[in-house]
Nanobody
Framework: QVQLVESGGALVQAGGSLRLSCVAS????????MAWYHQAPGKERELVAT???????TYADSVKGRFAIFRDTAQNTVYLQMNNIQSEDTGVYYC???????????WGRGTQVTVSS
């Protein structure tokens, strides 16, 4: 059974930093696309960043230069380093794993980030 477990969410001041983690079990991440999504209060879930095999990354315009996605395949873990956090970054962050061949997709339950001004 595939499970994704996020952690690292917290209350943080604007301008601060956080590192979110997502540990995968029941599947290896090294050949899969891993992604982080953000759901702000009252809004739809939006893609923040992706990382694929070969460590190719993509970012939403709103986080470019502030966030970084990377993974440790030995730990089967993907991270989201969040720097210069802003109030609009408040919300729940979800980890996503996608098999680009089969289109099978899995989600974690999310971790809450709250930004105080």
């Amino acid at each position: 059974q595939v499970q994704l477990v996020e952690s690292g969410g917290a209350l943080v001041q604007a301008g601060g930093s956080l590192r979110l983690s997502c540990v995968a079990s029941g599947i290896t991440i090294n050949t899969k696309q891993m992604a982080w999504y953000h759901q702000a209060p009252g809004k739809e879930r939006e893609l923040v960043a992706t990382v694929r095999a070969g460590d190719r990354t993509t970012y939403a315009d709103s986080v470019k230069g502030r966030f970084a996605i990377f993974r440790d395949t030995a730990q089967n873990t993907v991270y989201l380093q969040m720097n210069n956090i802003q109030s609009e970054d408040t919300g729940v962050y979800y980890c996503n794993l996608k098999n680009l061949i089969s289109s099978a997709e899995y989600w974690g339950r999310g971790t809450q980030v709250t930004v105080s001004s």
